[in-house]
């Protein structure tokens, strides 16, 4: 992916997996999202940009009903997975949550060990039938995670020892090993130094293969480097939503040029 | 940002080296030692306090733990004991403790006379103010329970009387005896001579921590046992009933509760609650649980559910705040991995909030346990004469006192004696409660990781 030009990226695929139409999102009195209107293709990383507060995050935690959690928050719109309405009332938001992964800002291990990270989620969900099969969803999805080399020798030790980009290579690891078939991440490189950020970007691009990732980030230059569909955020509306190469050399809106030349953020 | 703003301006202040302090630092300086002093000074003070106070209670109540015994070889007269000669339990359940008091007086005058010491006494009965009105029904108990020693000279340990006592811990003095009915100049001469040859003597004091109380008259005989017993009935009720409510409670509030005007409303009376004063909630329960319920009177099960109410707040308020101070991040990455919000709390949020709350119940525990004035108003103070409670019903429904109840009973009685028993009972009861806050500290240790 690095060596693309920006130009030349397209989306491999082209089937929608999560299709947003019309989405308000009202905090109490706050119009935080207003009429956004997204289609977010399968095993393609979509970028969500734009300067703080523009509802970028507020959107990316609409799509696995985080918000719910927040008393006044309230959503109004379409937003469908596969065709199924995810705010519809049959939907349980758990069933949503183990299809929907998420990857936080900071890293946040729970403070057991590295194995009972990983294998909360297949638990909880009764993916393994027995110990033999759980260590192996747990070694696939560390492997996944690309961390199974650093942690194979000591996967007793408690999560929270691993240094700050190991820690969120392992909340990657516990996000896809209940198999979801959405990746969302809020601004996983935040607080992770070059180095952790470019195994976490490399680790995204790998995981392209397999699921549909959605990256909420604040650098304009790592939505260049990982995602092959942009969505501009401003002021809760969804100013331009397009490839990334277009987005970043040839913009059609006035508002997403000056964001990405600088001028404003 | 203007360019202007990054040219180094002209300083207002004059340059002048390192090296000198200038008059504002100082002052901030002398501000900050001024506030370490008092800081030094608060704590002083604080420990001044701690130790008059720990040296004063120990002081008083350390010789409660020692009590006065006679050694005294006892013959148990088969001729007044068992009159009939069959050794019959119900027979000789019919000798009451004042067929016994002429045996143990002879015993006693025995042991003045075989060593032949002088004294103006010259009379088994005159020994009598040497000797606990108890020490009959010691020795009544024992041929009870062994039947078959009678007619034996058997030793036994029996409790001297109070002023013997208090002659020995220098709380009676010969200079008081003039105005004292119960003991006088000839049996403290006897008592010297018998403490020489080794008749009397103190020894420690078990039945002060494992008796019963006992009435006014006799205070060499007053232990604290039995309402130690109300006690730990009491906190058990408190435990089972407060520390499920609580947590549950809190729980619900914190993670699953809506926040609105009625929910804030709770959170304001919970609050208000743990301040209302203790004796409100003793009138309370007096109220619903004795002339509502119809629960007896002065028993332990009245007690726990009273120390309940009084408990739940800061319960649920320490529970509250334990479970606060999880970072949300945990529910968020419990809840991202498809747990249920109950799962996210079970599985993630409590274990993280256990040290906490644990040490919210113990303190909470500790404070029940030190809580007289509710006791009051139920029926739990006074003198009540109980012995061990045979079982564990009659345990929370018989009446009882409690260990606070029981100190504060002894510190109104008149007789002096009980002024050491007040002291010893308040050590008992510190012991109890430091012995609380190490295991909350343990559990806090032992519980408490790191995210």
């Known amino acids: ?265 | 940002m203007s360019d202007a703003s990054l040219a180094p301006a002209a300083s207002p202040r004059a340059r002048r080296s390192l090296m000198e302090t200038d008059a504002h630092t100082a002052k901030r300086n002398a501000a900050e030692k001024r506030f370490r002093l008092y800081g030094v000074a608060a704590i002083c003070a604080g420990l001044f306090f701690l130790v008059v106070l720990l040296t004063s209670i120990l002081g008083n109540g350390l010789s409660a733990f020692q009590q006065t015994f006679i050694t005294t070889q006892v013959f148990l007269d088969p001729a007044k004991l068992d009159k009939a000669g069959n050794r019959d339990p119900d027979d000789i359940r019919k000798v009451s403790t004042f067929g016994y008091t002429p045996l143990i007086q002879n015993a006693v005058f025995e042991e003045v006379t075989s060593r032949n010491i002088e004294t103006p006494l010259d009379s088994a009965k005159d020994m009598k103010a040497l000797i606990s009105a108890s020490a009959a029904a010691q020795v009544r108990d024992f041929v009870i329970a062994n039947p078959d020693r009678i007619g034996e000279t058997v030793e036994f340990r029996i409790l001297a009387a109070s002023r013997v006592d208090g002659y020995l811990k220098d709380r009676v003095f010969r200079e008081d005896v003039a105005r004292d009915k119960n003991i006088d100049a000839e049996h403290l001469d006897l008592t010297d001579a018998l403490v020489s040859a080794g008749v009397i003597a103190k020894q420690f004091n078990t039945s002060f921590i494992f008796g019963s109380d006992a009435s006014e008259s006799r205070a060499e005989s007053a232990g604290l046992g039995v309402s130690m017993l109300g006690s730990f009935f009491m906190m058990l009720v408190v435990l089972v009933l407060a520390l499920p409510i609580g947590v549950a409670a809190s729980i619900y509030l914190e993670e699953f509760a809506p926040q609105n005007r009625f929910t804030d409303l709770i959170e304001v009376n919970i609050s208000n609650l743990a301040a209302v004063p203790s004796i409100v909630f003793g009138i309370l329960g007096l109220a619903v649980f004795i002339q509502f319920a119809h629960l007896p009177q002065s028993a332990p099960i009245v007690g726990g559910l009273v120390l309940t109410l009084m408990t739940l707040p800061t319960i649920i308020i320490s529970t509250r705040a334990s479970l606060k101070s999880v970072p949300p991040s945990i529910r968020d990455a419990a809840l991202g991995v498809g747990a249920s919000k109950m799962q996210a709390v079970f599985h993630h949020v409590l274990p993280l909030a256990m040290p906490g709350i644990l040490t919210g119940t113990i303190i909470g525990l500790a404070q029940a346990l030190g809580e007289t004035a509710p006791l009051l108003l139920i029926g739990m103070v006074g003198y009540i004469a109980t012995n061990y409670p045979d079982g564990f019903v009659s345990g929370f429904m018989d009446p009882n006192s409690a260990m606070p109840a029981q100190i504060y009973e002894w510190a109104k009685r008149a007789d002096p004696a009980y002024y050491e028993r007040a002291w010893g009972g308040i050590i008992i009861l510190l012991v109890f409660l430091l012995t609380m806050n190490l295991i909350a500290i343990l559990l806090r240790r032992r519980f408490e990781r790191r995210w």
């Not at chain 1, 950020?197 to 995981?207: G, H, M, R, Y």
């Open chain 1, 1 to 265: 992916m690095y060596d693309a030009p920006l130009t030349r990226r397209e989306a491999a695929v082209d089937d929608v997996k999560i299709s947003a139409r019309d989405v308000q999102v009202f905090y109490g009195d706050n119009h935080a999202i207003k009429d956004v209107d997204v289609d977010i293709q399968d095993k393609t990383v979509t970028a969500f940009i734009g300067p703080s507060g523009c509802g970028k995050s507020t959107f990316l935690r609409c799509l696995n009903r985080m918000n719910d959690t927040i008393d006044i928050c309230r959503v109004e719109g379409r937003i469908t997975i596969d065709g199924d309405d995810i705010y519809d009332k049959r939907v349980d938001p758990v069933q949503l949550r183990a299809k929907v992964g998420m990857v936080f800002q900071k890293p946040n291990p729970f403070p057991k060990s590295i194995y009972d990270n990983v294998a909360y989620g297949p638990k909880i969900h009764g993916m393994a039938k027995n110990k033999a099969e759980l260590d192996e969803i747990v070694e696939r999805a560390l492997r996944r995670g690309a961390i199974w080399d650093e942690v194979k020798d000591r996967l007793h030790a408690p999560g929270t020892g691993l240094s700050g980009g190991q820690q969120q290579r392992l909340c990657i690891a516990r996000a896809v090993a209940t198999e979801p078939e959405v990746l969302l991440m809020d601004e996983p490189c935040s607080a992770l130094d070059p180095i952790a950020t470019a195994q976490v970007e490399e680790l995204i691009d790998e995981l392209r293969q397999t699921y549909s990732v959605v990256i909420v980030t604040h650098s304009m230059q790592q939505a260049a480097r990982v995602s092959q569909k942009t969505a501009f955020f401003h002021l809760g509306h969804l100013v331009e939503f397009g490839e990334t190469g277009q987005i970043f050399t040839n913009p059609e809106d006035k508002r997403t040029e000056s964001y990405i030349t600088g001028r404003i953020g």
